[in-house]
């Protein structure tokens, strides 16, 4: 097996490149950060370059779904938020566990299971007027098992979706809207106060890793920021072993004349499911990873315009190369924390003041379309145009 | 002083014609008797002295007792400080007061004001004035008057008021009061009638009403205790025996009952046990038991009963169930109403009103269904031509009605007449998102035709901008669009049944929207043109259509008509820079669920989309969240099942 890896590996330098950029990024963050270095990368932006590996990752997937597949699937953000409602589960229940059994430490007499379960379900559902803990919280209390469901409820959430739609031939447009509509149903869902998770209070604390109480926010951040770049650096390689295998040539075949390569004798359906369910999962493996960097997660967050964004992403990196999703996803993240965040210079046009928090979004929208039309292949087209220059 | 004269005046001209002068000169000393009798209570004002007092004047049966009654509610009764008599006043112009008798407002003495001294009784003894003066005041000759006290005894009806309720109704003239007596009549001779026979009667003749009221007196009359059977008398009225454990009668409450009865003593209950455990602690041991092996319920158990043997704590002991011991006694429903006959009746009209409210509110979810159909008519109609006949995903769309819903608000702005600036608003925000359309069309669409998932994007990216810029020049709150006079209001059916006007002008602008659009679509030229153009480009273009013109002015159009639908989705909900986006992805249901390419399509995927989220909201009316979810939950599995919709296009039509 490992032979097999080396030789693709040497097929394919870029993806060597990718890691090493990858690598060396990380080993300067680390170095610059407050907890292992010399401090001139603050905590508060270690998490945001963590959180925006995962949007990378969450990119990845969507350039495998619709750059090379064909399905612009807007519902990826429903997975992503999945993965992080299932982490988010554990990390909420257990440090409600660790800070309800240590405040009745003190009791009178040492609490039974009952009563601590009781206080625990007080505490995390006293915001919604409950006090049970829902079933869906059954597994709560396990690390292992809630990191399976990581990958198994969106993972099945996807099989369900794909299996149907796909099967009915549901393709193009209709599939889109469809997706979207999944994504819609799901945050309305949870946005009820009786779905268990707790409505649009959604979870919260979920920094605070039960078990780490002792460790620094400085230092934890870096952690999570270097799992983000594992998993950011798998998926990449399980990106590129997929499209640059045959199943990569099918795919996209499907992509370019679905038809086609029915008559073939490929059986569509099952690629795109596989492509599909494997997208969701990752994205889910991207989610779990970035809320408790973010530390919050509430149904808004899977509203159907952020898997808009996401498309957005990749289609400004460049669709249909890896890479240019992973340029796409961390250029507009990082841009629009930018602008949104108040730190890029405001504009004095005379009588106008372009105030950027206000403009960004405008400012955006408009480069957004202008891509669209001017530069379909993304920012990754100019690897291109760098290409054919040196070839010349 | 002036308006407290003008009442009197009024109080007295409204009296003395029903007043015989003889009579009041008897009646009067008996009014005068009784006031001086009680004149320290009257000045003191308390509701507990005063009520006997109320009493008293109010069964002389006298107007002149009345009149009495009001100036005393009215603080307009006052004493003379030196022997504490009591008078009504009237304020000469020197400021120095005339003193009246109350029996015939006659001037019987001229005082400054330091002499005499208002009465004021406080707000709880006036309420109970008005009450006893309600029955007098439904005989006044001012309408006003009469339909206050009408209102007063919907509120707070008694028994005492039901004779003079029947006298007032003999003689009322005017209709619509008339009829409101009649059914208050109806309801307090339900409460109060004297016969049991009488009660049945009103009680039949209640099913015809479905008001609020009307079902709250019902259900007075068959409001029920549960109690235990032995306890209660030969003659009770039992509606039901109903067994502990039960969805509405919990073997606690079961249990409650029996302690009550002293049939039962209390069982100490988890918690209170802790707490005598707690309570029990000597040397951090709880009779011989350490602390630290209580962290189960057993061992804890085992503790009490311990504690139990030593005779410390209440009786209590694993096996000792409350549901067994309940289950040794019969527990019945009891109606409050002892007459049998009565509740029976009401019962039944219950039962039959309830059913017709059953009807009721189903058609009114039937309106509701179809209002809220409309409107996704409207607010997809203009998706359902630029999707739908030129094949193009417009994600701006719910910006275009935004725009036509800010165009309107800006009309107003400079137009306060609402009638006119409705009127101007209309076109002008067709105009308005027509053009943007138009530009939409020719800088960015044109050179996306062959990709249609990138005009999804573009125009996506085009939607963030519209958004983004009319919360920078609207702000981020919420704009009104007034609604003119003659759209406030409802269309009110019956208790049940009401719908507002604006929805029912919602409804008619869309039915007018699909009659003008199948007209054009079908009957002009233009339309002819639009279809070819769809159905073959490069055909049409040789037929000498221009093809970039046609998908030019559809796009306008469909464009122009989410304008009209911005301003008339403004007039019932608010205008928000974000309203385009709660209409975007419905809108896009509509127009897939109904089928791609043919107004009929929409037209159907509205109704159906109205109709099932109403519908769903009927079963589970606290939840509307929960209603949304499901219908699109719904319309994911139909498409499975009608990939192309309901309306699906066939042959070349049909593309792919």
């Known amino acids: 097996m490992g032979g097999v890896l080396t030789k693709f590996l040497m097929k394919h330098p870029s993806i060597l490149v990718f890691l090493g950029i990858l690598s060396v990024f990380t080993l300067f963050v680390t170095v610059g950060s407050e907890a292992f270095g010399v401090g001139f990368i603050s905590t508060s932006l270690v998490k945001t370059l963590g959180k925006t590996l995962c949007f990378c990752l969450i990119a990845i997937a969507m350039d495998l779904v619709w750059g090379y597949c064909g399905i612009l699937s807007l519902g990826h953000f429903a997975f992503f938020g999945l993965g992080g409602y299932m982490i988010g589960m554990w990390l909420m229940y257990e440090r409600t566990r660790l800070i309800v059994e240590n405040s009745m430490a003190n009791a009178a007499l040492p609490p039974t299971p009952a009563e601590i379960q009781e206080a625990i379900g007080t505490q995390i559902f006293g915001v919604v007027g409950g006090a049970e803990i829902p079933t869906i919280w059954m597994f709560a209390h396990s690390l292992p098992i809630q990191l399976a469901l990581v990958a198994l409820v969106p993972g099945l959430l996807a099989f369900v979706f794909g299996w149907l739609a796909f099967r009915s031939r549901v393709t193009g447009v209709y599939l889109s809207i469809l997706t979207q509509a999944m994504t819609l149903a799901l945050a309305l869902y949870l946005f009820q106060n009786d779905s268990g998770l707790r409505g649009n209070n959604g979870l919260s604390g979920l920094q605070n890793i039960p078990g780490l109480e002792a460790m620094p926010q400085s230092e934890l951040s870096i952690y999570f920021f270097l799992l983000s770049a594992l998993a950011l650096g798998v998926g990449f390689l399980i990106a590129k072993l997929i499209v640059e295998n045959k199943m990569g040539n099918v795919i996209m075949g499907i992509r370019d004349n679905e038809a086609r390569v029915r008559f073939l004798g490929y059986h569509v359906e099952t690629y795109k499911l596989f492509i599909f369910v494997l997208t969701a999962i990752m994205a889910a493996i991207a989610g779990a990873i970035y809320y408790p960097q973010a530390g919050i997660i509430n149904p808004a967050e899977i509203a159907p315009i952020a898997s808009i964004y996401l498309a957005v992403w990749v289609a400004i990196g460049g669709r249909g190369r890896i890479y240019g999703a992973v340029i796409g996803a961390a250029l507009v993240s990082m841009l629009s924390s930018w602008f949104t965040g108040g730190q890029a210079p405001n504009i004095e046009l005379g009588p106008l003041r372009v105030v950027w928090v206000d403009w960004w979004l405008v400012l955006l929208g408009l480069s957004f379309v202008a891509v669209t039309l001017y530069a379909p292949k993304g920012v990754g087209g100019l690897f291109d145009l760098l290409k054919t220059e040196r070839s010349k | ?656």
């Not at chain 2, 006007?501 to 339309?527: C, D, E, P, Q, Y």
């Open chain 2, 1 to 656: 002083m002036l308006r407290i004269f003008t009442i009197l005046m009024a109080i007295f001209f409204a009296v003395t014609p029903i007043v015989g002068q003889e009579a009041n000169d008897i009646v009067a000393t008996k009014l005068s008797i009784a006031v001086e009798k009680n004149a320290p209570n009257i000045i003191k004002g308390s509701v507990k002295t005063a009520s006997p007092i109320i009493a008293e004047l109010v069964e002389t049966d006298d107007p002149a007792a009345m009149r009495f009654l009001s100036l005393w509610q009215e603080k307009s009764l006052w004493y003379r400080k030196t022997d504490k008599r009591i008078f009504a006043v009237k304020e000469q112009e020197d400021g120095s007061f005339d003193l009246l008798d109350f029996n015939n407002l006659e001037v019987v003495a001229n005082l400054p004001k330091k002499q005499i001294k208002q009465i004021k009784p406080n707000s709880g003894l006036r309420a109970l004035i008005a009450e006893s003066l309600v029955a007098f005041r439904l005989l006044n000759e001012d309408k006003q008057v009469r339909q206050e006290a009408v209102a007063n005894l919907a509120r707070s009806g008694k028994a005492q008021h039901l004779q003079p309720l029947r006298a007032a109704l003999l003689i009322e003239q005017d209709q619509v009061l008339k009829n409101e007596m009649q059914r208050l009549e109806t309801l307090l001779t339900v409460q109060f009638g004297e016969t049991s026979q009488e009660r049945v009667e009103a009680i039949k003749s209640t099913t015809d009403s479905l008001s609020v009221d009307t079902r709250a007196n019902l259900n007075r009359i068959v409001a029920t205790q549960i109690k235990l059977n032995s306890e209660l008398p030969e003659t009770a009225n039992i509606a039901r025996v109903i067994s502990p454990g039960s969805t509405d009668f919990s073997v606690e409450q079961a249990y409650d009952l029996l302690i009550a009865a002293d049939l039962a003593k209390p069982i100490p209950t988890v918690s209170e046990r802790k707490q005598l455990l707690i309570d029990n602690i000597e040397n951090g041991k709880v009779d011989g038991f350490t602390i630290h092996n209580l962290a189960t319920e057993k061992n804890r158990d085992a503790a009490y009963l311990s504690l139990v043997a030593d005779g410390k704590v209440p009786f209590w002991s694993p096996g000792l169930n409350a549901e067994i011991l309940v289950a040794q006694y019969e527990f019945v429903e009891v109606f409050d109403e002892p007459d049998a006959n009565v509740t029976t009746a009401a019962m039944a009209a219950l039962d039959t009103i309830e059913r017709k409210v059953a009807m009721s509110e189903f058609a009114d979810v039937a309106l509701d269904g179809l209002s809220l159909a409309s409107i996704y008519f409207l607010a997809a109609i203009g998706l359902a031509i630029t999707f739908g006949v030129m094949g193009v995903i417009n994600m701006a769309h719910g910006e275009f009605i935004m725009m036509g819903a800010y165009t309107g608000y800006v009309v107003q702005q400079f137009i306060t007449n609402y009638t006119v600036s409705i009127i101007v608003a209309v076109p002008l925000a067709f105009g308005v998102t027509f053009m943007a359309g138009v530009l939409m069309e020719r800088l960015v669409i044109r050179h996306l035709y062959h990709r249609p998932l990138e005009t999804l994007l573009a125009t996506f990216g085009i939607s963030v901008a519209l958004q983004q810029l009319a919360k920078n020049i609207f702000g981020t709150q919420a704009r009104p669009l007034t609604a003119p006079e003659w759209l406030d209001g409802a269309l009110v059916i019956n208790d049940v049944i009401s719908i507002s006007w604006i929805r029912i002008a919602i409804f008619g602008l869309s039915i007018l929207f699909f009659v003008v659009l199948m007209v054009v679509l079908n009957k002009t030229r233009f339309g002819l043109e639009t279809r070819a153009v769809t159905q073959n480009r490069r055909m049409a273009a040789n037929m000498g259509i221009n093809p970039n013109l046609i998908n030019m002015l559809t796009f306008g159009l469909g464009s122009g008509i989410a304008g009209i639908a911005g301003v008339a989705i403004g007039l019932y909900a608010k205008v928000t820079s974000e309203m385009g986006g709660d209409y975007i992805v419905q809108s896009f249901m509509t127009v897939v669920v109904g089928g791609v390419g043919n107004i009929w399509g929409t037209l159907a995927g509205a109704v159906m989309i109205g109709f099932l989220q109403k519908g769903i909201e009927w079963f589970n009316p606290a939840n509307t969240l929960a209603a949304q979810t499901y219908m699109i939950i719904f319309i994911i599995i139909f498409i499975q099942f009608r990939p192309r919709g309901i309306i699906a296009l066939k042959g070349r039509a049909a593309g792919d």
